[in-house]
């Protein structure tokens, strides 16, 4: 697979994995590639945590449960996701970003039409008083797929070796963000998926109960948390499946040349000198 086809079909995979273990070779491959990521000053402060036993996962699983049942409880928490959810397949490829709510949870059937579900999104936060209830079946079926995860990968930044400089924090993340890229590329490429398991890792008070179940030193930050497994043969084959879809704003909206305003690269030549 070349380069940029691995970048464009790279994806979040929140279905089930097969059961198979990821084989020593792939996960050799997956750590090497994460072992060449860019660094500033070439400091590399990343450490992963490779879990594979069921313990580890299920203590993770409870951790990540737990988390989305407070988020569900947090009125200002669902409204900053209602921003970026869209209603229909229609609306997402309108607004060429955000995520498809559907894609995320499994909406009831009564609220699946557009017109429905449109303002019940513009109105999330109410959903809080739901608490525990709203946020108990995401809960229960995101933890579900952690426990059968054939393998975690929890991803820390060693804040001890940081680079020289008053900006060193800023280079230390764009130095894991370039790695984390390097591994979801990798996994690409070997017909891999990966999903970020964000939830337990919000709040700080998550974050410090993860470090604890993975034993990590007091100078390592949890940055990313990954389910890692084999694709079913039709998600790794095909892009019709809800994992395959996705959109991208247009390049015009997001590239400018010499200055912001300058939206055309013709004006770079009408205004050169000959």
């Known amino acids: 697979m070349e380069l940029l086809e691995s970048i464009i079909n790279r994806r979040t995979h929140r279905e089930s994995f097969l059961d198979e273990n990821i084989s020593t070779v792939h996960l050799n491959h997956l ?24 313990q580890k996962k299920r203590a993770i ?23 970026w959810m869209r209603s229909s397949i ?3 490829v309108d607004c060429e970003d955000g995520v498809l709510l559907q894609d ?7 609220l699946s039409k557009p017109s429905v579900l449109k303002p019940v999104i513009k109105h999330a936060s109410h959903f809080s008083k739901l608490g525990k209830f709203g946020g108990g079946k995401p809960a229960e079926e995101t933890e579900n797929l952690i426990n059968c995860a054939p393998m975690l990968l929890a991803i820390s930044m060693d804040r001890n070796r940081k680079p020289p400089g008053a900006g060193h924090l800023r280079w230390m993340w764009l130095g894991m963000g ?3 890229q390097n591994i979801l590329l990798a996994a690409t490429e070997l017909k891999i998926g990966s999903q970020f398991i964000s939830a ?9 109960k993860l470090s604890k179940i993975l034993d990590l030193p007091s100078w390592h930050e949890v940055i990313s948390l990954l389910r890692i497994g084999y694709l079913e043969k039709h998600n790794a084959n095909e892009n019709t499946t809800r994992s395959f879809r996705s959109v991208r704003r247009k390049t015009t909206d997001f ?18 000198p000959a």
Do not use: C
Request: net charge negative; hydrophobic share 35%.
């Open 255 to 272: 590239v400018s040349y010499e200055t912001y305003s300058q939206k055309k690269a013709d004006e770079i030549k009408e205004s050169s």
């Open 178 to 180: 370039a790695m984390i």
């Open 200 to 208: 337990a890792i919000e709040r700080t008070s998550d974050r410090e």
């Open 61 to 83: 699983g409870k951790l990540t449960a737990n988390a989305i049942i407070e988020q569900f409880g947090d009125p200002e928490f669902l409204d900053d996701n209602s921003r």
């Open 31 to 54: 750590i090497e590639a994460a072992r060449w990521a860019p660094s500033p000053f070439n400091v590399q402060p990343w450490h992963l945590v490779v879990i594979t036993t069921s």
């Open 104 to 110: 995320q949870v499994n909406v009831p059937v009564g």
């Open 90 to 92: 229609e609306e997402w």
